[in-house]
């Protein structure tokens, strides 16, 4: 009978507790326009951090990472570009926005998924993608400053 192997996580550096503003990635609110840069910038860090920590462990895990740094780098710029422009044009461009959105939550499900525990981590990557979730809702109603 073959147990599954287990590996210390370094659950604090995967939080990215150890970077300023990280608990922006976790509040139970919007995003707010005036957020969006750091909170970007902050999501750059937990894929690479994640990435850091998973990746010597299985060269398949390994090749994705260019491909999640990738929709990483796609949402950032249909928030800029959100942000940078307020016409009519923007929502053009709601299909392949929608489609980067669940690229990147499927994403966060996944590193999510790879850990047993312990729940703090686990729900960690669930809270960005909520973060996530509650900025979409209330973009087309102006809120936030959007």
């Known amino acids: 009978m073959h147990r599954p192997e287990f590996w210390p996580v370094p659950v604090h550096r995967l939080m990215c507790k150890d970077v300023r503003l990280s608990s922006m990635l976790t509040e139970d609110r ?4 005036k957020e969006m840069k750091v909170f970007l910038s902050l999501l750059h860090e937990v894929v690479d951090r994640w990435y850091s ?10 090749a994705l990472r260019g491909y999640h740094t990738e929709l990483v780098h796609e949402l950032e710029s249909f928030f800029l570009s959100l942000m940078d422009n307020d016409t009519e044009d923007v929502f053009d461009e709601r299909r392949s926005f929608a489609i980067a959105f669940d690229s990147v939550a499927d994403m966060l499900v996944s590193f999510s998924s790879v850990f047993s525990g312990p729940t703090e981590l686990i729900r960690f990557y669930s809270l960005i993608l909520r973060r996530l979730e509650k900025t979409i809702h209330i973009i087309p109603e102006g809120e936030h400053g959007w």
């Open 30 to 33: 919007p995003i707010h326009r």
């Open 53 to 62: 920590a998973v990746a010597p462990l299985n060269p398949d895990i390994a």
